[in-house]
């Protein structure tokens, strides 16, 4: 199964908001609210900053934040800081009971 | 405080073997699935496998590259999941992460990571 499909590269000032996609198909993200997505930094382990397409795990800041249409999944971040440049993944449950990722974004303030 | 530790990769043949291992501590390690993800130099993210509770039966799913080559086995008793790599290609050349799932499917936890090479 390919990776859901996420843009390359994604940039933006600081203080701007701008919104990341990931697009699957009707047996992953369509098919239920497993989406979840992740902020890498160089060097470092993911991190889970959106799950079950909206929620935001505790101490998570605010100014993320996620939505589904369809088959398309979005993690918008508001208030752009420095430190929000890193790479970005989207991640769903599918159909068939196992998991996949995004192709990732890079992020550049 | 939730910590996995990796452990286990290391520099190895193509068609050799090797087994990764994973100690959790700060949750209860027997109620939560507990997979793998691997990421190649410089690639994305890509889940591997997956396994759930005991009381799931201990189930497994894998991503079809490594069906058949890999296992994904858990010790409740020793709070360690383990990935058992087999019949190892250069494309399993990865930096690979212990991770919990949680209650929506979503990865909340996840290891340091631990460097597999596949090279002769």
């Known amino acids: 199964q390919s990776a859901l499909t996420q843009p390359a590269s994604v940039s933006g000032s600081p203080g701007q908001s701008i919104t990341l996609s990931c697009t699957g198909t009707?047996?992953?993200?369509?098919?239920?609210?497993?989406v979840s997505w992740y902020q890498q930094h160089p060097g470092k382990a993911p991190k889970v900053i959106i799950y079950?397409?909206?929620n935001r795990p505790s101490g998570v800041s605010n100014r993320f934040s996620g939505s589904k249409s369809g088959n398309t999944a979005s993690l918008t971040i508001s208030g752009l800081q420095a430190d929000d440049e890193a790479d970005y993944y989207c991640s769903s449950y599918t159909s068939t009971t196992t998991y996949i990722f995004g192709s990732g974004t890079k992020v550049t303030v | 405080e939730v910590q996995l530790v990796d452990s286990g990769g290391g520099l190895v043949e193509p068609g050799g073997s090797l087994r990764l291992s994973c100690a959790a501590s700060g949750f209860t390690f027997s109620n939560a699935w507990m997979g793998w993800v691997r990421q190649a130099p410089g690639k994305g993210l890509e889940w591997v496998g997956r396994?759930?509770?005991?009381?799931?039966?201990?189930?497994?799913d894998y991503i079809t590259p490594v069906k058949g080559r890999f296992t994904v086995s858990r010790d409740d008793s020793k709070n360690t999941l383990y990935l058992q790599m087999s019949s190892l290609k250069s494309e399993d050349t990865a930096v690979y992460f212990c991770?919990?799932?949680?209650?929506?499917?979503?990865?909340?936890?996840w290891g340091q990571g631990t460097v597999v090479t596949v090279s002769s």
């Open positions: 009707s047996t992953d993200i369509g098919a239920h609210n497993y």
């Open positions: 079950d397409v909206s």
């Open positions: 396994v759930k509770r005991e009381i799931d039966g201990a189930t497994t």
């Open positions: 991770v919990k799932v949680g209650s929506y499917a979503e990865f909340d936890f």
